[in-house]
């Protein structure tokens, strides 16, 4: 660390310790405004006092200690709960717009109770997003009492809600919805052709709970609103043939960490005489020279049971940071249709794009933003770089006395399995709970039939069998519970020892408390430790190890089994370089990660700039602000909304090309943001002459039946979707040396050499 990274580390630390100093003081004057005397008539009084005076203007700093303080008397009367002195600190820095790490187990719902609140008194509406359906239906429910005994009121959004339900759920004080769920609402709202149509009304504040997850791993997924896919295609199964008769080296290569694959010139020449489509590189090929690196990428990179599973006959993906299923998640269209191939399914064609926002888009329309996680400080640079979100660390109730082990590093993969079922077999003799975080489906398949055949009983937590998951991982603190878990499945969901039984968590806290068993690391560090902090929660015993093979993918994207050679051994390796170099290529991993997601807001956020600056103007005329008639208000939204999918779609037809750029020395960002600026700029024009034409052909009726005559309606049915956009074709850095090769070769040499071939011919 230079010198100025340690004056600036140091400036932090200062700083925070001021903060916390401040947040300790207001905590006594929020101990102070003692109401334990007042009667419930009183205490109504006061939040009706309180709530008028937000209304009128009076900043909500000026009201803090007052309504704290009436949370925490209602939170104690209504639901036995008395928050701690460092759950009042939490909420302090909620309000005042920080990201939060609060330890897992430490009570972060309760501490949003207070902000949430405070916030809504204003009468603006409080969203706070949670991981997913089931915790935004719990929190709503367990935290209520709480907000109506203030007056005030609270709901939770689910998918599947009808549209009533769902408005009215936005319309409460403080509503409790996944970020996806308002994503997808938000998209629906922006085609409404009628006010009465939307859901939402205008966001004002939000509390984003595994703010890691949310902020940082799923921001750049985008949420997508399409039509209805058409008729089958089966163009598919074609490419995954041939991408089948391609063999490894002899035909294509992969970037350095195995994050793309391409075609040298040897797999084009065979490509190219199977497909019988003559040069691949040839502008009128490109769809074709897509399509086969699709389902090459969907051959060599898509691993069943780890990359996705297949079930009912359908391709269901699996999130990489939880490994659980990822609800209606897509790759980009043609991937997708090449992984179907792959598995000898049948896909449908895409409906037309009509909207699209990445979470983190999303997220920036809230003018105040806040959130809360157990693990920020390891990417605190990247929250502050992208958000603007500085981290907070908030100190547990009690403190942690959690044990963590070293790594165990073994040469290589059955060595390692073998060392963990041991570990897991001698712990569980004794009847200590062991809970267990593996990379994938297969691997947690695999390693509970290990279980199985040394007589260990094990609960299995994957993306196969996600429906009781919060009940599974409630129990995995029970006396003699095994639990194998990919990733975080069950997030959000604390292991309570014992189960909650108090004299079997006493049993347990004498035998060492939760035992957390990792086997492998992750890319981010914030992953694994959000896999030990599910075990010593609130000062409880526990302990966490981590198992890692030279073998493991990982390890060998970054050729650590080229830099350490060793013979097989069953032993682990005791080697303290071994782990620092392990712990240095998560730190590579992690700043590879956020430059792929930087490199991806640089596309994305013009876009982003567009639809705002189209969407301001579609919204003066669906809110009647922008003076019309019925029939141009409604003439103009149509083609606003018709514009901007076909915009949508050359974009997205741009943005899986544009790479090519790189091969003739120019900047592919630069190019993309030239093209769709130039595009986007013939919009208004085209907007403006197609609404003159259909007005003439309306002749001004207001008729709505001659409006659906003329094609003026929303489309009769919709989906919602994401993308999982991780596959990109990455820039000039990426290409292996016999792909640029063979892109020179087929793209400049030989139409020279044919053009000269012709001359001397004609000569």
Same mark, same amino acid.
């Given at each position: 660390?230079?010198?100025?990274?340690?004056?600036?580390?140091?400036?932090?630390?200062?700083?925070?310790?001021h903060k916390?100093?401040?947040?300790?003081?207001?905590?006594?004057?929020?101990?102070?405004?003692?109401?334990?005397?007042?009667?419930?008539?009183?205490?109504?009084?006061?939040?009706?006092?309180?709530?008028?005076?937000?209304?009128?203007?009076?900043p909500?700093?000026?009201?803090?200690?007052?309504?704290?303080?009436?949370?925490?008397?209602?939170?104690?009367?209504?639901?036995?709960?008395?928050?701690?002195?460092?759950?009042?600190?939490?909420?302090?820095?909620?309000?005042?717009?920080?990201?939060?790490?609060?330890?897992?187990?430490?009570?972060?719902?309760?501490?949003?109770?207070?902000?949430?609140?405070?916030?809504?008194?204003?009468?603006?509406?409080?969203?706070?997003?949670?991981?997913?359906?089931?915790?935004?239906?719990?929190?709503?429910?367990?935290?209520?009492?709480?907000?109506?005994?203030?007056?005030?009121?609270?709901?939770?959004?689910?998918?599947?809600?009808?549209?009533?339900?769902?408005?009215?759920?936005?319309?409460?004080?403080?509503?409790?919805?996944?970020?996806?769920?308002?994503?997808?609402?938000?998209?629906?709202?922006?085609?409404? /052709?009628? +006010?009465?149509?939307?859901? *939402?009304?205008?966001?004002?504040?939000?509390?984003?709970?595994? %703010?890691? #997850? =949310? @902020?940082?791993?799923?921001?750049?997924?985008?949420?997508?609103?399409a039509?209805?896919?058409?008729?089958?295609?089966?163009?598919?199964?074609?490419?995954?043939?041939?991408?089948?008769?391609?063999?490894?080296?002899?035909?294509?290569?992969f970037?350095?960490?195995?994050?793309?694959?391409?075609?040298?010139?040897?797999?084009?020449?065979?490509?190219?005489?199977?497909?019988?489509?003559g040069? /691949?590189? +040839?502008?009128?090929?490109? *769809?074709?020279?897509?399509?086969?690196?699709?389902?090459?990428? %969907?051959? #060599? =990179? @898509?691993?069943?049971?780890?990359?996705?599973?297949?079930?009912?006959?359908?391709?269901?993906l699996?999130?990489?940071?939880?490994?659980?299923?990822?609800?209606?998640?897509?790759?980009?269209?043609?991937?997708?249709?090449?992984?179907?191939?792959?598995?000898?399914?049948?896909?449908?064609?895409?409906?037309?794009?009509?909207?699209?926002i990445?979470?983190?888009?999303?997220?920036?329309?809230?003018?105040?933003?806040?959130?809360?996680?157990?693990?920020?400080?390891?990417?605190?640079?990247?929250?502050?770089?992208?958000?603007? @979100?500085?981290?907070?660390?908030?100190?547990?109730?009690?403190?942690?006395?959690?044990?963590?082990?070293?790594?165990?590093?073994?040469?290589?993969?059955?060595?390692?399995?073998?060392?963990?079922?041991?570990?897991?077999?001698?712990?569980h003799?004794?009847?200590?709970?062991?809970?267990?975080?593996?990379?994938?489906?297969?691997?947690?398949?695999?390693?509970?039939?290990?279980?199985?055949?040394?007589?260990?009983?094990?609960?299995?937590l994957?993306?196969?069998?996600?429906?009781?998951?919060?009940?599974?991982?409630?129990?995995?603190?029970?006396?003699?519970?095994?639990?194998?878990?990919?990733?975080?499945?069950?997030?959000?969901?604390?292991?309570?020892?014992g189960?909650?039984?108090?004299?079997?968590?006493?049993?347990?806290?004498?035998?060492?408390?939760?035992?957390?068993?990792?086997?492998?690391?992750?890319?981010?560090?914030?992953?694994?430790?959000?896999?030990?902090?599910?075990?010593?929660?609130?000062?409880?015993?526990?302990?966490?190890?981590?198992?890692?093979?030279?073998?493991?993918?990982?390890?060998?994207?970054?050729?650590?089994?080229?830099?350490?050679?060793?013979?097989?051994?069953?032993?682990?390796?005791?080697?303290?370089?071994?782990?620092?170099?392990?712990?240095?290529?998560?730190?590579v991993?992690?700043?590879?990660?956020?430059?792929?997601?930087?490199?991806?807001?640089?596309?994305?956020?013009m876009?982003?700039?567009?639809r705002?600056?189209?969407?301001?103007?579609?919204?003066?005329?669906?809110?009647?602000?922008?003076p019309?008639?019925?029939s141009?208000?409604?003439?103009?939204?149509?083609?606003?909304?018709?514009?901007?999918?076909?915009?949508?779609?050359?974009?997205?037809?741009?943005?899986?090309?544009?790479?090519?750029?790189?091969?003739?020395?120019?900047?592919?960002?630069?190019?993309?943001?030239?093209?769709?600026?130039?595009?986007?700029?013939?919009?208004?024009?085209?907007?403006?002459?197609?609404?003159?034409?259909?007005?003439?052909?309306?002749?001004?009726?207001?008729?709505?039946?001659?409006?659906?005559?003329?094609?003026?309606?929303?489309?009769?049915?919709?989906?919602?979707?994401?993308?999982?956009?991780q596959?990109?074709?990455?820039?000039?850095?990426?290409?292996?040396?016999?792909?640029?090769?063979?892109?020179?070769?087929?793209?400049?040499?030989?139409?020279?050499?044919?053009?000269?071939?012709?001359?001397?011919?004609?000569?």
């Amino acid at each position: 660390m230079n010198l100025a990274a340690k004056l600036m580390k140091k400036f932090k630390d200062y700083d925070t310790q001021h903060k916390l100093k401040d947040y300790r003081d207001k905590v006594e004057l929020i101990r102070k405004r003692n109401l334990e005397a007042w009667d419930e008539k009183q205490l109504h009084a006061e939040s009706l006092r309180l709530k008028k005076a937000a209304q009128s203007g009076i900043p909500l700093d000026e009201l803090i200690i007052d309504a704290y303080a009436l949370v925490c008397e209602a939170a104690k009367r209504t639901l036995g709960l008395k928050p701690y002195d460092v759950q009042i600190m939490a909420a302090i820095a909620l309000h005042e717009r920080f990201l939060i790490e609060q330890h897992t187990g430490e009570g972060k719902t309760l501490s949003a109770v207070m902000p949430a609140y405070l916030n809504a008194l204003t009468g603006e509406g409080v969203h706070v997003l949670t991981f997913n359906d089931y915790l935004a239906n719990r929190d709503a429910e367990w935290m209520g009492p709480i907000y109506r005994f203030l007056g005030l009121t609270v709901s939770s959004v689910q998918a599947g809600m009808s549209f009533s339900e769902k408005r009215e759920a936005y319309s409460a004080d403080i509503t409790y919805v996944t970020a996806k769920e308002a994503g997808f609402d938000y998209l629906r709202d922006t085609i409404a /052709l009628e +006010e009465a149509d939307t859901v *939402h009304r205008p966001f004002h504040y939000v509390i984003v709970d595994e %703010a890691d #997850s =949310l @902020l940082l791993d799923e921001a750049r997924v985008p949420l997508v609103i399409a039509g209805e896919p058409g008729s089958s295609d089966n163009d598919g199964f074609r490419f995954a043939e041939v991408a089948r008769q391609l063999e490894q080296v002899e035909h294509y290569d992969f970037d350095e960490f195995k994050r793309n694959v391409y075609l040298n010139e040897a797999g084009s020449t065979k490509a190219e005489l199977l497909l019988g489509c003559g040069n /691949l590189y +040839e502008n009128h090929n490109s *769809h074709l020279l897509m399509s086969i690196n699709c389902a090459l990428h %969907a051959e #060599s =990179l @898509l691993k069943k049971d780890v990359d996705y599973i297949v079930r009912d006959g359908e391709i269901e993906l699996i999130d990489e940071y939880t490994g659980r299923v990822a609800e209606n998640r897509h790759l980009p269209e043609v991937l997708q249709a090449a992984l179907a191939a792959k598995e000898g399914l049948h896909s449908k064609v895409g409906g037309k794009i009509l909207g699209t926002i990445t979470l983190q888009h999303l997220l920036s329309l809230y003018p105040k933003i806040c959130g809360m996680t157990a693990t920020a400080l390891a990417s605190a640079m990247e929250f502050e770089d992208i958000y603007d @979100l500085q981290v907070v660390h908030i100190l547990p109730n009690r403190p942690n006395i959690r044990i963590d082990h070293p790594l165990r590093i073994y040469t290589h993969k059955e060595a390692k399995l073998k060392a963990i079922v041991q570990e897991i077999s001698s712990v569980h003799a004794t009847g200590r709970p062991i809970l267990i975080g593996t990379s994938s489906v297969e691997e947690s398949d695999m390693l509970a039939k290990e279980l199985a055949n040394t007589n260990v009983p094990c609960q299995v937590l994957n993306a196969k069998n996600d429906a009781k998951e919060a009940e599974i991982i409630a129990r995995a603190g029970e006396i003699g519970a095994v639990t194998v878990s990919t990733n975080m499945a069950g997030r959000g969901v604390d292991i309570r020892l014992g189960g909650g039984n108090p004299m079997q968590a006493e049993a347990v806290a004498k035998l060492g408390g939760l035992y957390v068993i990792g086997t492998h690391v992750n890319e981010s560090v914030r992953i694994d430790n959000q896999l030990r902090g599910r075990s010593g929660r609130q000062g409880d015993p526990g302990a966490s190890v981590f198992f890692v093979s030279l073998e493991d993918e990982l390890l060998l994207q970054f050729g650590i089994d080229k830099a350490f050679r060793y013979l097989k051994q069953d032993e682990a390796l005791e080697k303290p370089m071994l782990r620092g170099k392990i712990e240095h290529i998560q730190r590579v991993a992690m700043g590879q990660n956020f430059h792929i997601r930087k490199e991806l807001n640089c596309y994305s956020d013009m876009v982003e700039d567009q639809r705002r600056i189209l969407y301001e103007e579609r919204l003066g005329i669906l809110t009647g602000k922008t003076p019309m008639s019925l029939s141009e208000q409604r003439v103009r939204l149509f083609y606003i909304d018709e514009l901007w999918a076909d915009h949508l779609a050359y974009v997205s037809y741009l943005r899986e090309s544009i790479h090519l750029e790189s091969l003739s020395s120019r900047n592919p960002i630069h190019e993309f943001h030239m093209q769709i600026v130039d595009a986007y700029e013939q919009i208004p024009a085209k907007i403006n002459s197609e609404s003159v034409n259909m007005l003439a052909r309306l002749e001004g009726s207001n008729d709505p039946a001659k409006w659906e005559k003329f094609g003026l309606k929303s489309p009769t049915s919709t989906r919602t979707y994401i993308i999982n956009d991780q596959y990109i074709q990455n820039t000039r850095s990426s290409w292996t040396a016999d792909t640029m090769l063979a892109f020179y070769i087929r793209n400049i040499l030989r139409p020279v050499f044919d053009r000269v071939y012709s001359v001397l011919n004609k000569g």
